[in-house]
């Protein structure tokens, strides 16, 4: 499927192929299936502990990050990636603490897979196969948990700190705007994308990303909420560059300079469904 030296990475469970696609193991014993038939598969965001319980080795810890960091990319780039569904020899709940537990068969799916919601707050990624469009419901989600496919949730500590827990903190626009800017910038480098910074160019986006083979793959207008700035808005400037540049996204950075700071990303004709957005009058 593209691999390079995919006989020396069998036992990795993601991989980056050819032309910057990613392939990701899909373990068969836990997909499920929601309304109208589709597949669907929960993700553990949790790298240090393993679905069926007990702590992951260093070993496992790291081939954890990197497949989260492949399916992670994929989710922010607004792309899909290829599976190939995996069965084991025995149960996968043991797969990671079993000899036993080699790769039966590992069989491509012609259908594309995609990074539906990711939720570092819940650790929980929900990866869907077919069309954007469809997400499991919150009781397809509950069920899908009870089949042992991703650690149990840690109970919220009580009352930890309450509100200290929170930024109580109020910014004001510009404050919000410079900690969004220094978060995608930091976010980007972070997974060896080269992001340059030209929102001071009047060209209708921020943050222009490329690999490292010098090709655009975004080209991102940048927002933020917080306490105080639970909205935004998005300039004529912006959406005429929305229309005009196939690669122009959206990407909002909730609770900016706070402790669940996180961020999705939207294509132009998803931007009104981004929480916080305040259409111009």
Do not use: C
Not at 210 to 239: D, I, Y
């Amino acid at each position: 499927m593209g691999v390079f030296d995919a006989r020396d990475k069998p036992f990795e469970h993601a991989w980056l192929a050819t032309g910057d696609n990613v392939i990701a193991t899909i373990w068969g014993e836990y997909v499920n299936v929601g309304a109208g038939g589709r597949w669907f598969l929960l993700e553990s965001l949790d790298v240090h502990h393993r679905p069926g319980g007990g702590e992951r080795s260093a070993n496992q810890v790291q081939r954890a990050k990197d497949r989260l960091a492949l399916l992670k990319r994929t989710f922010d780039a607004g792309q899909g990636f290829r599976a190939v569904v995996q069965t084991n020899r025995v149960a996968i709940a043991e797969l990671e603490s079993n000899k036993g537990a080699k790769v039966s068969t590992r069989v491509r799916d012609d259908d594309e897979w995609h990074v539906a919601t990711w939720e570092p707050e819940h650790k929980l990624a929900v990866l869907v196969r077919g069309p954007r469009g469809w997400e499991p419901s919150a009781e397809e989600i509950q069920a899908a948990k009870a089949r042992g496919s991703v650690p149990a949730e840690p109970e919220p500590a009580a009352a930890a700190g309450g509100a200290a827990a929170v930024s109580s903190a109020k910014l004001s626009p510009a404050e919000v705007q410079a900690g969004a800017m220094d978060y995608v910038m930091r976010h980007f480098k972070g997974y060896g994308y080269k992001a340059e910074d030209v929102s001071g160019q009047g060209l209708g986006f921020d943050i222009e990303v490329s690999n490292a083979k010098g090709a655009t793959l975004l080209k991102v207008a940048v927002k933020g909420t917080a306490a105080g700035t639970p909205s935004f808005q998005v300039t004529s400037e912006e959406r005429a560059s929305s229309v005009r540049e196939q690669l122009w996204r959206l990407l909002v950075v909730m609770d900016v300079l706070g402790p669940t700071a996180q961020h999705k990303i939207y294509k132009a004709t998803e931007m009104t469904s981004a929480p916080g957005f305040d259409p111009l009058s």
